[in-house]
């Protein structure tokens, strides 16, 4: 009949099916690694879209202190240029800082560790804050739908004279010489007026995720 005109032999159309699901397998496999390949090329062009020279690398182990994730070792050091003190950025954003550095690899002490702090201004008010670090929870969230949990960073100091935008892009101020100015640490959120009454803080949601860091960059100039 019609059908067989189209397929052919039964035989012939079960080794045709058997070729499709091996080709839909192939397809499969290869999707990740296509995802992959666009992020490798992204961060390859990442540098280029910067004026300051940077070194790529790769997050080789995390540092765990109760449950939470405060720095990460990178396998570049001193051979490559990196000193301590050096801004380190991924293509979303400010990642944190360099602290321990020996000749093929160093440490950076994440932007949530609650050792960190960072001097910023928000890009519409202006206004000058200090953003710390609160620590990064697994049971915790990354995104706006779920600030009623504590988010990995806030920003203190805000002047309360200045009106300041839920969802206002948070950038580093250049001041104190680690990081240089108009690095993207994140969007701010839940802002609130201190006992004082004369400084706003809020708690902000990082640029980069914390969590996934597979490559960085550090700012070498």
């Not at 004279?161 to 892009?169: A, I, L, R, T």
């Amino acid at each position: 009949g019609a059908l067989r005109e189209i397929w052919g032999d039964p035989e012939d159309e079960r080794e045709l099916l058997k070729e499709i699901a091996v080709l839909r397998r192939r397809v499969a496999d290869l999707e990740p690694l296509d995802a992959e390949n666009r992020e490798l090329r992204q961060l390859v062009d990442f540098p280029k879209r910067t004026d300051s020279r940077m070194v790529m690398c790769k997050v080789i182990a995390r540092g765990d202190a109760s449950g939470w994730w405060e720095s990460v070792r990178l396998n570049r050091g001193s051979l490559h240029g990196i000193q301590a003190q050096m801004a380190v950025v991924s293509s979303a954003g400010l990642v944190g800082r360099i602290t321990d550095v020996s000749e093929s690899t160093s440490d950076v002490l994440l932007l949530t560790d609650p050792m960190s702090k960072v001097s910023c201004t928000l890009s519409k008010s202006g206004a000058f804050g200090i953003v710390k670090g609160q620590g990064i929870s697994w049971a915790g969230g990354q995104d706006l739908e779920m600030i009623s949990a504590a988010l990995p960073a806030r920003i203190e100091y805000l002047s309360a004279e200045k009106p300041v935008f839920h969802g206002e892009d948070v950038v580093t101020s250049g001041l104190g010489g680690v990081f240089p100015a108009g690095l993207l640490v994140g969007r701010i959120t839940n802002i609130r007026t201190d006992d004082s009454r004369l400084y706003l803080y809020g708690e902000i949601l990082p640029a980069a995720d914390m969590r996934n860091l597979k490559y960085v960059f550090v700012v070498v100039e």
